[in-house]
């Protein structure tokens, strides 16, 4: 064995139970062949050995994200106009305006307008048509939940006010029936799929794109959480090619129209079919809900603020408990959207179901989101072998929260919303992710807010429910160790022998700087199988 990489003079947070800190290692072939001190590691390298000396700089394993769209807001971000951090109409249409400038042929499109300002109150066709005249547009919210069109967009798909919505989806309507331009859930893919066709040269730009910014942030591998054949299809192609440079879980989508016979049927010719080492399907996604934003989540007692209402399941429970308990017994993980309490309850169930018929495996089912979940399911999870999939940069006072959830919940389920500490508590796994493009995949952000439940750097901002805030070896935790478990990767999120070589360079000690701080960590290089995927042109070893 010849060794192809030495790090020395490091900080290596190892988390190793065994050897928690070290300050060398050795890796060959893609793993980890030995961790320890300068002296022990650096006679194990030959003449051909790279070396990287760090000077105490801090690295850690391979952060994974368990939940995020990689393909799709990879092609997203790197094509549409960026309508992040808009909070007025005006705004909104300058960017508009100027990716219209620089993009003049075909379709207007835009991505990220934040729900917590936006809605069918102030965002319709015509003020799209303002900035976009005959030429059609369609933009995108940034949980991807909600999409708006202008005239010329609903002309151009035939959205007219005798089209019925798909089933689990909306079209917003005046008061005389037309289309006000805005769609929601379902309604968004009847949409795409009367736009001008995408190419998979675009999304392997996408892919691209997401990797990229995926290892500037640290990421070596993700769960993408919502992929169709396509999806696979362009995976399995940069994988054959060896262009995919990041591990990718992909959770592939039951639609509740299908019968179980075939969505089994399906998924396991697409598990069959692609089974590569940086690519592979591993798990059935299914979404019970919406969200709270546009009034899709669903409530066991409905909304509580004034408008009131509800949404039904996406999928009837006697339904959920069949198609659970068919993957289960096919060895799929459930990726489970919940968002309301009774989607939450419905899933729990759905997965006990699936445990009474089939019996314990070490499947760890996802439940992801978890915004609004009773404080007598909490246990549940942990109690079923669950894990906790949380998105901890949303768990802070925003207007989408505070404004608009916490009034919808009402008073006694708000007292658990995002209740992190109390699902560590009930025993559940848990891992941290960040349904990027819904917001930023940094995990260093996220991390921050799971400790402080604040936003990262804003210490004067005030606390969302301090008693569910996380410890900086939880949150670390959810990105490493707990993450490999929840993606099937045995030989991530660690750094020991055996271990898979992927690792990162950081520009601060986490476990000891500021918690204020840690937001602003910068990745100085990532590695994934011992390869280097990038280097910032900030730093230098």
């Known amino acids: 064995m010849t060794v192809d990489l030495l790090v020395l003079d490091a900080n ?5 139970p065994l050897l928690p800190q070290a300050e060398a290692m050795a890796i060959a072939g893609g793993h980890v062949v030995a961790v320890g001190t300068n002296d022990q590691i650096k006679c194990l390298g030959t003449a051909s050995s790279r070396t990287v000396r760090l000077s105490g700089r801090s690295v850690l394993p391979g952060l994974q994200d368990t939940h995020l769209h990689l393909q799709d807001s990879g092609y997203y971000n790197g094509t549409m106009a960026d309508l992040t951090g808009v909070t007025t109409l005006d705004e909104l249409r300058s960017r508009l305006r100027k990716h219209a400038l620089e993009h003049k042929d075909g379709w207007l499109f835009g991505v990220g307008w934040y729900t917590g300002v936006f809605s069918e109150e102030n965002l319709d066709r015509k003020a799209l048509d303002q900035v976009a005249g005959d030429r059609p547009c369609y933009i995108y919210s940034t949980d991807l939940h909600s999409a708006c069109l202008n005239t010329a967009g ?30 929601h859930e379902e309604a968004i893919e009847w949409v795409r799929a009367r736009l001008p066709v995408i190419t998979d040269d675009d999304y392997v730009r996408g892919v691209q794109y ?5 290892h500037q942030h640290g990421i070596t591998g993700v769960i993408d959480a919502s992929v169709s054949e396509r999806h696979c ?6 994988a054959d090619d060896g262009s995919l440079s990041i591990r990718v879980a992909g959770s592939a989508k039951v639609h509740p129209e299908e019968t179980v016979a075939d969505a089994v049927e ?9 089974r590569r080492e940086m690519f592979s399907v591993h798990s059935a996604k299914f979404f019970l809900d919406g969200v709270m934003e546009n009034r899709t989540a669903a409530m066991i007692d409905g909304y509580r603020d004034a408008a ?15 198609m659970f308990a068919a993957f289960d017994a096919e060895r799929y993980q459930i990726h489970v959207h ?4 009774l989607a939450a309850r419905a899933a729990l169930d759905g997965i006990e179901h699936a445990l009474d018929v089939n019996g314990y495996w070490p499947s760890w089912h996802q439940l992801t989101h978890l915004q609004c979940i009773r404080r007598e399911d909490i246990a549940r999870l942990g109690r079923l072998g669950c894990v906790a999939n949380v998105q901890a940069l949303w768990a802070r006072h925003a207007p989408s929260v505070t404004e608009v959830a916490v009034p919808m919940a009402g008073a006694v389920l708000a007292e658990t919303m995002y209740p992190f500490r109390s699902l560590l508590d009930g025993n559940a796994l848990w891992t941290l992710s960040s ?13 921050e807010t799971a400790i402080t439940r604040q936003p990262p750097g804003k210490r004067e901002h005030p606390i969302f429910l301090a008693g569910e805030r996380l410890t900086r070896d939880e949150a670390l935790k959810g990105y490493t160790t707990n993450a490999a478990i929840a993606a099937w990767r045995p030989r991530t999120g660690r750094l020991a022998g055996g271990s898979a070589a992927d690792f990162i360079v950081i520009d601060r000690n986490i476990r000891e700087c500021d918690i204020h701080d840690i937001g602003a960590t910068e990745v100085i290089a990532t590695f994934v199988a011992g390869r280097e995927v990038y280097r910032s042109d900030a730093h230098d070893f």
């Open 154 to 183: 609903c002309q151009a798909i035939g959205l007219t006010k005798d089209v019925s919505p798909p089933l689990n989806g909306r079209f917003s309507l005046d008061q005389d029936g037309h289309p006000t331009g805005m769609v």
């Open 435 to 447: 349904d990027w493009g819904v917001s930023t995949l940094n995990p260093f952000q996220i991390m």
């Open 338 to 341: 919940v968002i309301g309490d």
């Open 266 to 274: 399906r998924l396991n010719a697409l598990r069959a079919r692609y």
């Open 308 to 322: 009131g209402g509800n949404a039904p399941l996406m999928f009837e429970p006697g339904v959920i408990k069949q």
């Open 12 to 16: 290596i947070i190892t988390m190793d």
């Open 210 to 214: 997401g990797q990229r910014h995926a």
């Open 233 to 238: 299809r362009i995976y399995g192609a940069m």
